[in-house]
């Protein structure tokens, strides 16, 4: 399953505040955004920078932050129903944000307990909706947010350039149990902040381009790990700020694409083969079933010819069977002196076995091959539905016009009469 991870450049602290904006940070996302694109979620298969609309698509979609743009808190998570815990946490976060409550986003750590010690990360929530905005208005839904790096134990420090706002200096990304820092390499303040000794197990990595003076400043080998490396490397983590107020919310077409991207993960090849299994089999046994069908059909069509040529020598093209059959059966009828069932005298005698007993003679007559035509302008409609009645079982059908009953056989095979 394909996995696109975007990268947000760090948010712009020394922007100039408008009266539009209410000094909130606005987003940045208008620009190019860099983003890393791997295959299997393993390895990076594409990388580049381009516009929103212009990301390239893919099953699963990430949007990491730089360390700088979070700020980690360690509390007891509060006892409270799920719809009343941000609220808890922003009681229990009030003296140490920076910022109101109501502008910063929450998000707990993976798998959190009540009553059990958590860490929060916190961000802008203004700056990380917009961005969150330009990219749906490009039509690039994300489906988790990402910290590049969090608190962790045993601690990682990964080396790379700041940018230019900080004079491309050398710094410091280290995580570790008790949080996560940025740390500039100029002066002593980062070696005074580490531990001495360094702890064991430590992860060190750094940028190519960032290697060798980190190896200097270190004293020890680092890891090359480039930016898209590391955050893609952040997607195999458990963390999701897409929390609260951002949790995602499928509607319509969203809902369909996510239940359709769903059906294609790993986890539901073993239906997708035995659904897919399963269709070829109906499809099979429907064809099967239609050539049985079709077979059935032409050895009866062919039996009809047989019957027709073998009664009828004299018939020699044959068109339509059963019609020729019914046609020259008629003319044998015929030439017997016996009468049609479509003829006057079978007609009538029909129609007087149906007659109502209490209703006069007929006012008149008329007569054309295959229909019997007898006025009856007096009656009403109950009559009319009880001679139709009495007329069915006989193989009539009984039409009305302009009070005019209209006498016919009924349609036989397939319309034939």
């Known amino acids: 399953m394909s996995t696109l991870v975007v990268q947000l450049a760090p948010r712009g602290r020394l922007r100039a505040r408008s009266a539009v904006d209410g000094g909130r940070a606005t987003a940045t996302?208008?620009?190019?955004?860099?983003?890393?694109?791997?295959?299997?979620?393993?390895?990076?298969?594409?990388?580049?920078?381009?516009?929103?609309?212009?990301?390239?698509?893919?099953d699963t979609v990430a949007l990491v932050l730089a360390d700088c743009d979070l700020s980690w808190h360690r509390i007891t998570l509060p006892k409270a129903p799920a719809a009343r815990l941000r609220a808890a946490l922003a009681g229990v976060l009030e003296e140490a944000l920076l910022d109101d409550a109501a502008n910063v986003?929450?998000?707990?750590?993976?798998?959190a307990v009540a009553g059990q010690p958590t860490w929060v990360a916190a961000v802008d929530r203004h700056w990380l909706t917009s961005e969150l905005a330009a990219l749906e208005k490009a039509n690039v839904f994300v489906d988790r947010i990402l910290p590049v790096s969090w608190p962790d134990d045993p601690p990682s420090g990964h080396?790379?350039?700041?940018?230019?706002?900080?004079?491309?200096?050398?710094?410091?990304h280290?995580?570790?149990?008790?949080?996560?820092?940025?740390?500039?390499?100029?002066?002593?303040?980062?070696?005074?902040?580490?531990?001495?000794?360094?702890?064991?197990?430590?992860?060190?990595?750094?940028?190519?381009a960032a290697a060798t003076a980190a190896e200097r400043w270190l004293d020890a080998p680092?890891?090359?790990?480039?930016a898209a490396e590391r955050a893609l490397q952040?997607?195999?983590?458990?963390?999701?700020?897409?929390?609260?107020?951002?949790?995602?919310?499928?509607?319509?077409?969203?809902?369909?694409?996510?239940?359709?991207?769903?059906?294609?993960?790993?986890?539901?090849?073993?239906?997708?083969?035995?659904?897919?299994?399963?269709?070829?089999?109906?499809?099979?046994?429907?064809?099967?079933?239609?050539?049985?069908?079709?077979?059935?059909?032409?050895?009866?069509?062919?039996?009809?010819?047989?019957?027709?040529?073998?009664?009828?020598?004299?018939?020699r093209a044959v068109l339509d069977a059963p019609l020729q059959i019914q046609r020259e059966v008629a003319l044998l009828r015929a030439a017997a002196g016996q009468a049609d069932e479509s003829d006057l005298e079978?007609?009538?005698?029909?129609?007087?076995?149906?007659?109502?007993?209490?209703?006069?003679?007929?006012?008149?007559?008329?007569?054309?091959?295959?229909?019997?035509?007898?006025?009856?302008?007096?009656?009403?409609?109950?009559?009319?539905?009880?001679?139709?009645?009495?007329?069915?079982?006989?193989?009539?059908?009984?039409?009305?016009?302009?009070?005019?009953?209209?006498?016919?056989?009924?349609?036989?095979?397939?319309?034939?009469?």
């Open 29 to 58: 996302s208008s620009g190019e955004l860099s983003y890393v694109l791997s295959r299997d979620g393993l390895a990076v298969s594409a990388q580049g920078a381009c516009a929103p609309a212009l990301l390239p698509r893919a």
């Open 105 to 111: 986003h929450l998000a707990l750590a993976p798998q």
């Open 159 to 172: 080396f790379a350039h700041a940018d230019e706002a900080e004079a491309r200096s050398l710094a410091l």
């Open 174 to 208: 280290w995580a570790h149990a008790n949080g996560v820092a940025t740390l500039s390499l100029q002066g002593g303040l980062a070696h005074a902040l580490l531990p001495q000794p360094l702890p064991d197990g430590a992860r060190w990595s750094a940028t190519p």
């Open 222 to 226: 680092v890891v090359v790990l480039s």
């Open 234 to 315: 952040a997607t195999r983590s458990l963390w999701d700020l897409r929390q609260f107020e951002l949790a995602r919310r499928s509607k319509g077409t969203r809902a369909l694409r996510d239940a359709l991207r769903g059906l294609r993960s790993p986890a539901w090849r073993p239906a997708r083969w035995g659904l897919a299994a399963l269709v070829l089999t109906q499809l099979l046994g429907l064809n099967l079933w239609a050539w049985h069908l079709q077979s059935t059909l032409t050895a009866k069509r062919a039996a009809q010819v047989t019957l027709l040529q073998s009664t009828f020598p004299q018939v």
């Open 346 to 417: 079978p007609l009538l005698q029909a129609a007087a076995a149906a007659w109502p007993s209490d209703l006069a003679a007929v006012e008149s007559i008329r007569y054309e091959p295959g229909k019997l035509t007898l006025a009856a302008s007096s009656w009403d409609a109950g009559r009319i539905e009880q001679f139709r009645a009495q007329l069915q079982p006989m193989g009539l059908r009984l039409d009305v016009t302009d009070g005019r009953l209209v006498l016919s056989r009924a349609a036989r095979d397939g319309g034939r009469t």
